[in-house]
């Protein structure tokens, strides 16, 4: 491992420093390539604007004339936590518009993903004219030709990268999809259909439909879009920073869904404090959680629902999912750190289990791969349309394109990878129980070719040093205020400390007390157990460490959050 410096340039600290900017932030900002104020001044006038999507206009108006006839219209929604809010986004704003409108979600343990045949004949019992998808749908070829046989159009809204063939939907809205030069190829599935439903009232503006009546107000769905961004770990160029923006200036000021509200107090979080840490690491866990173990309509439900109530109830039992969701993501982690051990320097990516639980292997994988600093795709038993197979979920490190090395194994060896789709970091697939072992040779001879070098050194990047004067509390609300995700870190900053005292807490974290220039902090190196090999850290470390805010019965105060140490 190696901690090293961000670099920025000179002239762009300046300019921000000129602007009023904290100096601190502003050379965060430079660092992340922020150039002037003004990129940062958030708000709905500075968003890409919906008409440079392609084939936005044509779903809004296959959207108002389905509205106009009283047609029924079906969201077939994701199991994610991203596929969940764009369901929300969807069954919210069409709902206030009038429309007819309800949802499914496939059984991710006997369906899989997407709009399958199977699942379009599920749907035929809710005997709908208009099939919707979101965040799924672009590799749904075989599905779009089952609803068209069976008289039902679609509307594909999703944001995976198409494969070589597009499904013959009546309309696709999707900023990755050929021809389409919408500038953001990073927007999350929530994302493309807050776009869809902008550029439906638009169309119905043009109708007067809103004539005499008050509109709904979309701006209020912005928390919705704020969450699943952040949940699905989409790159937060500055369009998803401003929605994300919005999205939590709402629910700051006690504007939000009740259901993201009963989420955070189920945590014991304060949602006048909302972060997009809260987003992605509170929320998002508790609703995907519902996907992984058991049906995400019960987050659907928590999302849509005005009733404070109902929506506190349906948060304690995503809460307890959660819970469980760890207990299960524990174990399954030992097991493969525990066959990692008895491979000296194992350069594996794939591992499989006949006991894993098929909706937790997606977050092994993740934490695998921050221990590997490598690719890792991990499989699980399930059943798919009566047959078995596996199921496998991956994770990339920068420099690997994940789905761009699945395709190169499905061209190389046909038939040996049944379905599989995702993005450069994350993707999804399913192969044969008697082909894992042929598919893990396959990918590793892909990840030898397509892993550069430079890339299977874990690099750290840091923020350099944190002055004395910003080791307060001021600062670290200041910090946890901005929006930072994938793509915008998280500000990570490197120092040398003393270590003056540590002790095990909850049996795999560190607590520290530090010491550096005459002063003395209190720290934490959570998992610190997980990764070294004992618990005792030397007298003296170096640090890349996160400056966070405590709170203990009620009390507020700045701690050290120890990230990676030598």
Known sequence: MKIVERRFAEADRRTLLESGMHPLLAKLFAARRIRTAEELDYGPARLHAPALMKSLEAAAVLLADAIAARKRMLIIADYD??????????????????????????????????????????????????????????ASVEGVARARELGIATLITDHHLPGAELPRAECIVNPNQPGCGFPSKALAGVGVMFYVVLALRTELRKRGFFDGKDEPNLGALTDLVALGTVADVVPLDANNRNLVAQGLKRLRGGQGK??????????????????????????????????????????????????EARAANIAQQLDGLNRERRKIEAGMLEQAMAFLKTIPESPQSTFFDAAWHQGVVGIVASRLKDRLHGPVICFARAE??????????????????????????????????????????????TIREPDYEPFA??????????????????????????????FTLDVARMLEAQIWGQGFPQPLFCDTFAVETQRVVGERHLKLGLKKDGRRFEAICFNALEHAAGAALPGSVRAAYRLAVNEFNGLKNVQINVEHFE
């Not at 197979?389 to 060896?413: E, I, M, Q, T």
């Not at 874990?458 to 002055?467: A, F, H, N, Q, V």
């Open 81 to 138: 936590a991203d596929g969940a809010t764009a369901c929300a986004v969807g069954i919210r704003a069409l709902r206030g518009f009038g429309a007819d409108v309800d949802y499914l979600v496939p059984d991710r343990f006997r369906m899989g993903y997407g709009l399958t045949p199977e699942l379009v004949d599920l749907a035929v019992a809710r005997r709908p004219d208009l099939i919707i998808t979101v965040d799924n749908g672009i």
């Open 258 to 307: 009740a259901g993201l509200a009963a989420l955070l107090g189920s945590a014991g979080r304060a949602v006048r404090d909302a972060s997009a840490f809260d987003l992605g690491f509170i929320i998002g866990p508790r609703l995907n959680a519902a996907g992984r173990l058991a049906d995400m309509s019960i987050g659907i439900e928590c999302l849509i629902t005005d009733d």
């Open 384 to 429: 798919e349309n009566g047959r078995p197979v596996l199921k496998g979920s991956g994770r990339s490190v920068a420099g690997l394109h994940l789905r761009d090395s699945l395709d190169l194994v499905a061209k190389r060896a046909p038939g040996l990878i049944l379905r599989f789709g995702g993005h450069a970091m994350a993707a999804g697939l």
């Open 441 to 470: 040779a396959a990918f590793e001879r892909a990840v030898d070719e397509l892993l550069p070098l430079e890339a299977r050194t874990r690099t750290i990047e840091t923020d350099g040093s944190l002055d004395a004067p910003h």
